[in-house]
């Protein structure tokens, strides 16, 4: 039965079979978002002693779904001197943004779009078209007040973004390639050989600046959701709504926990392979299983945060940004040239 879908599959033209994964990797992406949205609100009430969602479906479960018929039913309100085609087409910017970059990232072993060589320079360049969106967003509505959250968010996203950037070619350091693939596969041999244990500073640089990245608490200033005006996005409702701000913020949200789990976690590698007890299990072989577990593991400290720090000034958020992970980044690089000069860790022979 598996061999005839599978010959089935096989019959059915190229560019059919990839248009036909590429609907089955949102449509999973988006229910990954309406289930984190659940998650989260279960989570942080547990934590904070409430009980969250319980009152649509057993236990809330259906309370996404009914956030987004409640989106879908509100009226988008243009403002009157809104630059109407800017206005409307930053939350697509923002949604594409969000979206294309999975495009590179190796599912599995045998699983990915398109293995490009230069799979991070794709992934540095797409993260960083999001704040165009939000800049436009700002910018279209013609208020002040948006305008003014847009370019907050887009000074604490540039910080950031350079942080980022600096600690990704660590990785290019340590892995000597820019296709994603190969980067996961220089990590080979268990739960030391990742590269989280010889770029430690870079790995918590990295996931830091990714929850700034994603306007999450505790450095949510971009949008002070608890504030009267909410900044950037504070003339949109609806369904622009939804895909200026909710949607692309989760779906970054697993991008950023996936791109780590597979630039210092070792992404589909398993922590026990090598070890001769695990040998001859599926423990012990690359899947989709651990990956899944890392990306779910940096989810849960996402929603971690939230739950527990208060939000940030933004002179506290700049300085972190500017003056701490920016250094650490640069000392670190240099660190690595040290040892790769000397063969040691990842750059031994």
């Keep these: 039965m598996l061999e005839t879908l599978f010959n089935l599959w096989l019959a059915i033209p190229e560019l059919l079979r990839t248009a036909v994964l590429i609907v089955m990797v949102v449509v999973g992406v988006v229910l990954c978002v309406a289930v984190l949205t659940y998650v989260e609100r279960k989570i942080i009430g547990y934590m904070q002693l409430r009980i969250g969602p319980n009152r649509v479906g057993p236990w809330g479960v259906l309370q996404p779904f009914a956030d987004v018929l409640k989106l879908v039913l509100k009226e ?86 350079i942080a980022m950037g600096f600690a990704l070619v660590g990785v290019l350091m340590a892995g000597g390639s820019l296709n994603l693939g190969e980067i996961i596969r220089g990590q080979q041999g268990g739960f030391l050989s990742w590269y989280w244990f010889w770029l430690l500073p870079l790995f918590f640089v990295y996931f830091i600046s990714g929850v700034a990245e994603t306007n999450r608490a505790p450095f949510d200033v971009a949008e002070g959701e608890s504030e009267i005006v909410a900044g950037f996005h504070v003339e949109y409702s609806g369904t622009a ?21 597979m630039f210092f976690l070792g992404g589909w590698l398993s922590p026990v392979e090598g070890y001769p007890f695990f040998a001859d299990t599926w423990l012990a072989r690359p899947n989709f299983f651990w990956l899944a577990l890392k990306v779910s593991f940096f989810l849960f400290v996402y929603l971690w945060l939230r739950a527990t720090f208060p939000r940030y000034r933004y002179d506290q958020v700049m300085r972190l940004g500017w003056k701490v992970l920016i250094p650490i980044t640069l000392v670190w690089i240099a660190v690595e040239g040290v040892l790769s000069f000397f063969d040691v860790g990842p750059w031994a022979d």
């Design 76 to 161: 988008i309100i243009i403002p009157a001197n809104a630059a109407r085609f800017l206005f409307l087409i930053a939350p697509l910017i923002s949604m594409a943004a969000a979206l294309a970059t999975w495009a590179v990232v190796p599912f599995t072993p045998e699983f990915v779009f398109a293995d490009i060589d230069a799979g991070l320079l794709y992934i540095l360049a797409l993260t960083s078209l999001g704040v165009y969106g939000i800049i436009i967003a700002g910018w279209a509505t013609n208020s002040k007040y948006a305008f003014l959250g847009a370019m907050r968010s887009a000074a604490q996203l540039l910080a950031y973004e």
């Design 241 to 261: 709504f939804a895909t200026l701000f909710v949607l692309p913020e989760y779906a970054n949200m697993i991008l950023i926990s996936t791109l780590t789990s």
